[in-house]
């Protein structure tokens, strides 16, 4: 559960396109911008802010390289870290570069910043034969926050759960990025899982 301050606090999220947020939700809300909705108008935290840093087509590497561009010159409050979904195309071999780097960057904040780490969410069955290590991957992201103490987000789990074997092809706009409505159900599990509630009706 994040702790949130009497004093205005700043959020980073970082990490690939489904961060940033880019293209596939053709014009509705990422799940960073209804976080912002929910954090800074819902929650009435008016002068919290709240920073997007994700980059289409980058992995864990990439962040770590430029962490202090994307990460350290804010000073976050909160750190969300969302990869994986382009580092698993370096399949099985890419985990230990992947471990690495992910936890470099977990350990690059100051230890007051609390630091929340997603699974990746499912992709589509057209998707799973190019991204077949992405299960691996999302268990890295498991095994990282434990070890790290940092709070975890299992988009992984909440799909499954939701679609359980049929294609999640509904919450997605091709076969690895969420639409808007794949955006707002990671919103919804994101700030439930972060005791933050859920989004008010509109």
């Given at each position: 559960m994040?702790?949130?301050?009497?004093?205005?606090?700043?959020?980073?999220?970082?990490?690939?396109?489904?961060?940033?947020?880019?293209?596939?939700?053709?014009g509705?809300?990422s799940?960073?911008?209804?976080?912002?909705?929910?954090?800074?108008?819902?929650?009435?935290?008016?002068?919290?802010i709240?920073?997007?840093?994700?980059?289409?087509?980058w992995?864990?590497?990439?962040?770590?390289?430029?962490?202090e561009?994307?990460?350290?010159?804010?000073?976050?409050?909160?750190?969300?870290?969302?990869?994986?979904?382009?580092d698993?195309?370096?399949g099985e071999?890419g985990?230990?570069?992947?471990?690495?780097?992910?936890?470099r960057i977990?350990?690059?904040?100051?230890?007051r910043?609390?630091?929340?780490?997603?699974?990746?969410?499912?992709?589509?069955?057209?998707?799973?034969?190019?991204?077949?290590a992405?299960?691996?991957?999302?268990?890295?992201?498991?095994e990282?926050?434990?070890?790290?103490?940092?709070?975890?987000?299992?988009?992984?789990?909440?799909?499954r759960?939701?679609?359980g074997?049929?294609?999640?092809?509904a919450?997605?706009?091709?076969?690895?990025?969420?639409?808007a409505?794949?955006h707002?159900?990671?919103a919804?599990?994101t700030?439930?899982?972060?005791?933050?509630?859920?989004?008010?009706?509109?």
């Amino acid at each position: 559960m994040i702790r949130l301050a009497d004093v205005p606090m700043t959020w980073v999220a970082t990490g690939d396109s489904i961060t940033q947020g880019v293209l596939h939700t053709h014009g509705g809300r990422s799940w960073v911008e209804h976080l912002h909705e929910r954090v800074r108008w819902q929650l009435d935290r008016l002068t919290d802010i709240v920073v997007n840093t994700g980059v289409s087509g980058w992995g864990a590497v990439d962040v770590l390289a430029a962490h202090e561009r994307l990460i350290g010159r804010f000073e976050p409050d909160v750190l969300s870290v969302s990869l994986g979904t382009n580092d698993c195309l370096a399949g099985e071999d890419g985990l230990p570069a992947f471990h690495d780097a992910m936890r470099r960057i977990v350990a690059g904040v100051s230890p007051r910043t609390q630091v929340v780490l997603h699974t990746p969410a499912l992709v589509g069955f057209s998707g799973r034969e190019r991204r077949s290590a992405l299960p691996a991957y999302c268990q890295a992201v498991r095994e990282i926050a434990e070890d790290t103490g940092a709070l975890l987000v299992d988009h992984e789990t909440h799909w499954r759960k939701h679609h359980g074997t049929a294609d999640p092809i509904a919450w997605l706009d091709d076969a690895a990025h969420p639409n808007a409505v794949g955006h707002l159900h990671m919103a919804e599990h994101t700030l439930r899982t972060l005791g933050l509630g859920g989004l008010d009706p509109l």
